[in-house]
């Protein structure tokens, strides 16, 4: 008959945030206890900005529908290709003034 033993391992602490308590989420823990009725979040508009459950009303850019969304696209469109048309016209003049300053 072989023998063996058995190390049994040291056993970790929890690390730091580990401990949480049994109804806390991550960033916005919940109150332990009854709901009532009232307890349910009731927002009528739109809701954006903030952590969880804020009520921030959404405003500035993209805060509504633009009216003509094809039409944005195609000048969104028209102005990249124009920003890579320009970068590479840079690209281009960069390499050529090296290229006649070797000369």
Same mark, same amino acid.
């Given at each position: 008959?072989?023998?063996? *033993?058995?190390? !049994?391992?040291k056993r %970790?602490?929890?690390? =730091?945030g580990e $401990?949480?308590? @049994?109804?806390?989420q991550h960033?916005r /823990?919940?109150a332990?206890?009854a709901?009532? /009725?009232?307890? #349910?979040?009731?927002?009528?508009h739109a809701?954006?900005? /903030?952590?969880g459950l *804020? &009520?921030t009303r959404? *405003?500035? &850019?993209g805060?509504?529908m633009?009216?003509?969304?094809?039409?944005?696209? !195609? @000048?969104?469109? #028209? $102005?990249?290709a124009?920003?890579r048309r320009a970068a590479a016209?840079? %690209?281009m003049?960069e =390499?050529l003034?090296a290229?006649l300053?070797?000369?």
């Amino acid at each position: 008959m072989t023998a063996f *033993t058995v190390t !049994r391992l040291k056993r %970790r602490g929890p690390r =730091k945030g580990e $401990t949480m308590q @049994r109804n806390s989420q991550h960033g916005r /823990g919940q109150a332990l206890g009854a709901v009532s /009725g009232g307890d #349910s979040q009731t927002a009528s508009h739109a809701v954006g900005g /903030g952590k969880g459950l *804020t &009520i921030t009303r959404q *405003t500035g &850019i993209g805060a509504s529908m633009v009216r003509d969304l094809d039409a944005v696209k !195609r @000048r969104a469109a #028209s $102005t990249y290709a124009a920003d890579r048309r320009a970068a590479a016209r840079e %690209r281009m003049e960069e =390499k050529l003034d090296a290229l006649l300053a070797t000369v």
